[in-house]
């Protein structure tokens, strides 16, 4: 992963500090899968982790783009309304009797469009980002209500042949399309963090938005840029969503704004901002989808079990987060 | 050296803000290969001064000269990259990231829009053997100290080919070492042919590096001066502004005798208490009925000491005893709880709350103490308050008026009030008397000596030495954050020995231990 830029070598002395988060989660997913496959003997599949990537595909690339606002110190509360809006707007548009690429490119703007505004307002007014993107939120659901109060099936055939299109070895296991896709994302994410100066000033604006701006960094642009990838990165986890559903819904993802927040979380990416990597939050996501599976292989847990893991998880990784803060300073 | 021409020539400066003339007329010269030392008291106008060069304020009227271009720079990115870096006293660096990093942040060497990592690593080495500084340069800048993040956003400040390096108060937070460790590389630059302009509080450190001084005072120019030809108690008479035979001249005052209530138990005793960064350990007693003064420039670190007093600052070393009980002052409630209280110096920011009444700011401490579950009835408000109305004289008479509406003396009045509503038993006056005119100054001056002549312990800070010896029974001396001397106000003492005290730290005398 290009992610650890500066280590030139092996510097154990080092190593902890920056990546222990990191490190972390990978173990607790290495536990978790182990805890899996010693107990069910159907997990040990390979399949099983591919499905993990299927299902949750759309929430990594989403994750990817709330990793850039919350490396800065932000949040973006407006992802999964973002999300449903996107899958909608496609789903009417299609229905509409539009073509499949027209189609994907007005779907492709709306997010980064209202990202835009949404960072143009944090900057220029100095308002919370909590509150500017729970305008978004509002607004983005509302429209999915407005475009219609009941689901809208999508028949048109790019997007049930990318639904159905199965990438895979001999022995028949496979991915869906949509996990390259998020795979794609999350490299060009982790390539721009580590090498581009828009990345690396979102490491400083973490750091310090106050030296930031002494250093002569582009701090306002580089806010608005943030809110604007993550809005094509909802964007484009609308579309996958519709692909893997094959239709849109005016209820679809509520609430999914916070598994995503808790997925970066987990991932190691500090909610202060500064520190994390994409990475991280790749691993994030697949904490959470393997809580997900173990639950769905225990069969008699209720589904709210995940929430309930999920929320301690969170606690315990903000109270780290917190213990390794003290330590560092 | 200075036989060159200047790099930098400010002409005839004037800037004013509403209400305030912050620079009138003043003259500014800085020679390549010279460090060159801008002091003066806090509002003098050095960091305007600063301000008005790196383009961060305009300018009202004057014209700034860089090699031999005229120039009007609109704001520090521009000044910078003309050649005129500059270095805060708070380190503005991101702490997260790595030194080489913030070495180049936004100017990275790179390769089709990708940063050379390999690069930026290499030269941010280069950079720092310069400055002599050996360290990791992936090593997040966090893990190094002050004095090195320092040296890091120097190294930061020269790479852009700078003529002239501004150091704003670099080494406000540094201790000996790292102060020792800063002047190397400075003295470095300078042989480089950098011209530094170097603004601090501490006298030691600019006649350990300085070569030439300018002195500016309310805002114009004093003077500028070699280093050989203006001693140390000369520089401090030009920042305060008072001539020595001015000061001689002043009128004698009975001395207050220092015996009569020196004896017994102090009612708090601090030996070596002392705060990282803030004060220098020192040792004080004062006991029932004595007013000890703490005189000092500004930014000595009076207020420092007296908050370490208050428990406003948490000391990191050293031992408190109250009334011979070992204690240790943790924050304000447990220094009320022992019957100390606290004026502050800034009456607007941390003291008076504007628009609470007369009445309800006077009673504000006493409640504190109380506890909010206790109310105290009206009547004793009322008793209380017009009490200490008419004891201070406090104008207009009415406890009603919002205290925002009153004048700064009786604002100071009010604040003073509630405090001794509270009958502290010892009071830490700081700058009780800035600011008010000459009326008030002395009603408060008078009400000190009452107050002690009663018992009360007192705490007094001021920059007005006259005042500090006409009301002290022992005066502290301090400089460059440290207690340099004890002085019994005795007949040996008085302004101008007090003064080459602060100028030269050097005649320490051990009293009242």
């Known amino acids: 992963m290009s992610t650890t830029s500066l280590t030139t070598g092996p510097r154990w002395a080092r190593l902890p500090r920056r990546h222990v988060p990191v490190l972390v989660t990978l173990a607790l997913l290495l536990v978790m899968y182990g805890i899996g496959v010693s107990q069910y003997r159907a997990f040990s599949n390979v399949q099983v982790i591919f ?30 309304s973002v999300v449903a809006m996107t899958a909608m707007v496609s789903a009417w548009l299609l229905e509409s009797g539009l073509p499949a690429l027209p189609v994907l490119i007005i779907a492709l703007l709306i997010g980064p469009t209202l990202g835009f505004l949404m960072g143009c307002a944090i900057h220029f007014f100095d308002i919370q980002p909590f509150i500017v993107t729970l305008a978004g939120m509002f ?3 509302g429209m999915c209500t407005f475009i219609s109060d009941s689901s809208i099936r999508i028949t048109d055939g790019f997007w049930t042949t990318m639904a159905q299109y199965r990438i895979g070895d001999p022995r028949g296991n496979f991915v869906s399309v949509s996990v390259l896709i998020a795979f794609a994302v999350v490299l060009i994410a982790a390539y721009v963090l580590a090498y581009t100066r828009l990345g ?130 | 050296m200075t036989d060159s021409r200047p790099v930098l020539t400010m002409t005839g400066i004037s800037k004013s803000f509403p209400g305030v003339r912050a620079l009138h007329n003043v003259d500014f010269r800085l020679f390549p290969g010279e460090v060159h030392a801008l002091m003066g008291e806090n509002g003098a106008g050095k960091s305007t001064l600063i301000k008005v060069l790196t383009g961060v304020y305009g300018i009202d009227e004057g014209t700034i000269t860089l090699g031999d271009e005229q120039v009007a720079f609109s704001g520090p990115m521009q000044a910078s990259a003309a050649g005129v870096s500059t270095v805060y006293q708070e380190v503005n660096l991101c702490p997260n990231l790595s030194v080489a990093e913030n070495i180049f942040i936004g100017r990275e060497p790179r390769l089709l829009g990708a940063v050379r990592w390999g690069e930026v690593r290499r030269r941010a080495r280069q950079l720092l053997t310069r400055l002599d500084l050996d360290i990791d340069v992936t090593a997040p800048v966090a893990s190094y100290s002050l004095a090195v993040q320092q040296m890091v956003a120097i190294a930061r400040a020269i790479d852009v080919q700078a003529r002239v390096l501004i150091l704003d108060e670099p080494t406000s937070s540094l201790d000996a070492t790292e102060v020792a460790q800063l002047f190397r590389v400075m003295r470095q630059l300078r042989d480089e042919g950098i011209a530094i302009l170097f603004v ?25 001066y070699p280093i050989a030809e203006l001693p140390q108690l000369a520089l401090v008479e030009k920042m305060i502004g008072k001539e020595l035979d001015v000061l001689e001249r002043l009128e004698e ?13 102090p009612f708090v005793a601090v030996s070596e208490l002392g705060r990282k960064g803030a004060v220098a350990p020192f040792s004080l007693t004062i006991h029932a009925g004595e007013v000890v003064g703490l005189a000092g420039l500004l930014g000595s670190g009076r207020t420092e000491a007296a908050r370490l007093f208050f428990g406003a600052d948490r000391a990191d070393r050293g031992e408190v005893t109250v009334n011979g009980k070992p204690t240790s002052l943790r924050n304000p409630v447990q220094a009320i709880e022992y019957g100390i209280g606290f004026c502050s110096e800034n009456r607007r920011a941390e003291g008076i709350i504007p628009d609470l009444s007369v009445r309800e700011n006077m009673i504000l401490a006493m409640q504190a103490a109380r506890g909010w579950l206790r109310p105290i009835p009206r009547r004793r408000q009322d008793e209380l308050v017009e009490q200490y109305i008419k004891a201070l004289s406090i104008r207009p008479a009415n406890p009603d008026v919002p205290v925002r509406n009153l004048s700064g003396g009786n604002q100071q009045k009010v604040l003073l ?97």
């Open chain 1, 51 to 80: 499905n993990v990537f299927i299902d949750n595909g759309f929430l990594l690339v989403v994750a990817v783009g709330m990793t850039f606002v919350i490396l800065t110190g932000g949040i973006d509360l407006s992802v999964g």
């Open chain 1, 139 to 141: 607004f983005a659901r």
């Open chain 1, 200 to 329: 690396r000033n979102v490491y400083a604006i973490g750091g310090n938005p106050q030296s930031a701006l002494l250093m002569g960094l582009p701090v306002g642009r580089t806010r608005i840029a943030v809110y604007t990838i993550s809005g094509l990165c909802s964007a484009i986890g609308g579309i996958l969503l519709s692909f893997y559903t094959l239709s849109g819904a005016p209820l679809i993802a509520v609430g999914m704004e916070l598994d995503v927040i808790a997925a970066v979380v987990i991932g190691g990416t500090v909610l202060t901002g500064g520190s994390g990597y994409v990475f991280g939050t790749v691993l994030g996501v697949l904490v959470l989808g393997v809580i997900q599976t173990l639950i769905t292989f225990d069969g008699s847990l209720n589904s709210w079990w995940t929430k309930i893991v999920i929320g301690g998880l969170l606690f315990a990784f903000i109270l780290f987060q917190r213990l390794i803060g003290i330590r560092y300073k």
């Open chain 2, 200 to 224: 601090t509080h501490f006298l030691d450190q600019v006649y350990g590096i300085a070569d030439r001084i300018t002195v500016l005072r309310n805002g114009t120019l004093v003077g500028e």
């Open chain 2, 253 to 265: 005052q009975p001395r207050r005798e220092l015996a009569a209530v020196e004896g017994g138990t």
């Open chain 2, 417 to 513: 009030a509630r405090w001794l509503i509270t009958e502290p038993r010892l009071l830490i006056l700081d700058e009780p008397t800035r600011g008010i005119d000459i009326g008030a100054k002395a009603e408060i001056q008078k009400l000190v000596v009452q107050l002690s002549d009663g018992g009360m312990a007192v705490l007094f800070i001021s920059a007005e030495l006259e005042e500090v010896l006409r009301l002290s029974h022992k005066v502290a001396v301090m400089r460059d954050r440290e207690m340099v001397a004890q002085l019994d106000n005795d007949d040996t003492v008085d302004a101008e020995r007090v003064m080459q005290t602060i100028a030269s730290g050097s005649t320490r005398k051990e009293a009242s231990q």
